[in-house]
């Protein structure tokens, strides 16, 4: 193995380098000038060098499709669907909203707010572009996100989705800011969260092909004590080039039921639906960390 690594990518010198404000800022300058076919060509070049240079990320990513049944042989192939979509995410920090909004497909259910409602998505496709699409559909959207590395990173993200329209609730160290998240659902408004590869709190271990991950309960928590549902969502990225934004049917913390057991089936058919996208298309399954 050659030194190195076996090191965790958030320990790499071209992590810590690229993911920084300065570096996305740097990027999105990039992408203004040589416009949407130029970032992906410069995305691909870069994926082609990582993946040449990180074999140890590499066979990690190999280990990650595996729990999604997925065979050997296609790790690098993550890699470049990501470096295009991170392309078009800088592309994007200095195009129009509506131009941006012209490249969504909306498919599933259409999200009906009689109460806040609980968007639960994974590490998959393009998932900050759902914020822009339901915000375009004129639905108040909240991301509720863990603290960036750094503060001067946690701002650029969060006036990059202000931008868009949506907030940004960062759970941060905060012992209160969870509470946040309450109040916004409670105000009618879509709270956002990732749930695959929770950092912390409750979790649910789901059955993949391959093995199992745990699934954040943090969605079936809020909607228990908020009784607003969860909707699970995806956006995945298309041959085309444009963003399919794809909702399923709403679940709900069922009060009726005793707590745990509610919680538990709850977060299990949200996993279930998720699940059912990211074998979809196996090489948007963005993780660069191990799952089991």
């Known amino acids: 193995m050659r030194r190195g690594s076996s090191k965790p990518h958030t320990e790499r010198l071209t992590y810590r380098l690229g993911y920084t404000s300065a570096a996305f800022s740097f990027l999105s300058r990039v992408a203004a000038v040589v416009g949407r076919r130029g970032s992906w060509m410069i995305g691909m070049l870069t994926a082609k060098a990582y993946c040449a240079t990180q074999p140890g990320v590499l066979r990690l990513v190999t280990r990650n499709l595996a729990l999604l049944g997925h065979p050997a042989g296609d790790a690098a192939r993550v890699f470049e669907n990501y470096a295009t ?27 009906e707010l009689k109460t806040g409602a609980i968007l639960a998505a994974g590490h998959f496709g393009f998932f900050e572009f759902g914020a822009l699409a339901l915000t375009q559909l004129g639905l108040p959207v909240s991301i509720v996100t863990d603290a960036e590395p750094t503060s001067e990173l946690t701002r650029w993200r969060a006036d990059y989705r202000r931008r868009w329209g949506a907030e940004t609730i960062d759970l941060g ?12 659902l409670k105000s009618g408004r879509v709270t956002a969260m990732l749930v695959d590869r929770p950092p912390g709190g409750r979790t649910l271990d789901v059955a993949l092909p391959g093995g199992t991950i745990p699934f954040s ?15 699970p969502v995806s956006v995945r990225r298309t041959p085309a080039g444009r963003y399919a934004l794809h909702t399923t ?44």
């Open 173 to 184: 160290n905060d012992a209160f800011s969870s509470l946040r998240a309450v109040e916004a």
């Open 217 to 231: 309960m943090a969605p079936a928590i809020l909607s228990w004590m908020t009784g607003c549902p969860v909707v």
């Open 249 to 292: 049917e709403p679940v709900t913390a069922d009060r009726s039921r005793p707590r745990v057991e509610a919680l538990e089936e709850c977060t299990r058919q949200v996993a279930d639906a998720l699940v059912r996208d990211f074998l979809r298309d196996p090489l948007q399954w963005y993780h660069f960390v191990p799952l089991s």
């Open 85 to 111: 979509t991170l392309a078009d995410y800088f592309w994007l920090a200095g195009r129009p909203t509506d131009e941006a909004f012209a490249l969504a497909d909306i498919e599933g259910k259409p999200i």
